[in-house]
C-alpha cells in the first residue's frame, strides 16, 4: 500500500519534492539507495531488476505504484519496476498494456506526467502543484493520500529546508478514517510482520536545481535500519 506526494514547481524555493512509503513484503531483496554505475539514483529491487522511484543527473524522475484492482497482479506479466528504470535511462515507458495495473509519475525538467495502463493505457500532463499517489486510481482521494499533500504543502508553507519533518509525516502510524484501503492499511507507514513500509524517501530539488534524495529503512517490527543521502544536480 504505497503511498507519495509530489509538489511541482509549487513554490519558488523548490523545483521538485517528493515524500512517499514503500509497502513491499519483508522477504522480497531489496538493494537500499545508491548511485548505479549507469548514474541512475535509486534502490533496486533485486527480485525482477528495476525500482520503485529513482532520478538521475540530466533532470528526470519516476515514481511507480501497484494499482489494486480484482485479479490481479499476475506472476506471469512483466515487472512494473521497468518502467522506472527504463524512463531514468532515457527511453519512455514501453509495453506498459502488458503489465499488471499501475500508476507511474514521470518528471523531466519542467513537465510531469501520470500514466496509467488501467482500465486502458492513458497519459495525463500534470499542472504545477501537489499531487497525491498511492494504489487506487489517481483521482481516488485516499484519506492517508490527502493526509501527506497537506503535510508536504504544510511543509512548503513554513519554507522549510530541513527532511526531517517530511520523514516524520511518513513515520505517521494514525489510522486514518474515509475512503482508501482497509483500516490496517490506513495509514502511512505500515508496520506489519510480513508485509509493510519497508522504506521511507525525500527527494528535493531547490530552483538552483541542487538535488538531494534521502531514504530511511525498516524491518518487519518497524525499526529503522538504515539512511542513505545522496546528492545531485540538474542543470
Partial sequence: MCVAAVALSASPRWRLVMIGNRDEYHQRPTAPLSR??????AGRDLQAGGTWLGAN??????LVTNYRVDGYPRAHLASRGALVAHWLLGSGPDGIAAMNPFNLL???????????????PQRR?????IHGLSNGGF??????????EAALAGWLERDDAAMEP????????APLPGPGPS????SAFIRNPLYGTRCSTVLTVDAGGAGRIAERRFDAD?????????????D
Avoid at 518528471?107 to 482500465?119: C, E, F, I, K, Y
Fill in 166 to 173: 517530511l520523514f516524520t509525516a511518513l513515520r505517521s502510524e
Fill in 222 to 234: 518497524g525499526q529503522a535500519t538504515g539512511e542513505t543521502v545522496l546528492d545531485f544536480r540538474w
Fill in 36 to 41: 548505479w554505475n549507469n548514474g541512475i539514483l
Fill in 106 to 120: 514521470l518528471v523531466d525538467g519542467p513537465q510531469a506526467w501520470h500514466l496509467t495502463n488501467h482500465p486502458a
Fill in 139 to 148: 483521482d481516488d482521494r485516499w484519506a492517508k493520500t490527502l493526509a501527506l
Fill in 57 to 62: 543527473a540530466a533532470g528526470r524522475f519516476a
Fill in 183 to 186: 483500516p490496517e492499511f490506513s
Fill in 125 to 129: 500532463l500534470l499542472d504545477p502543484g
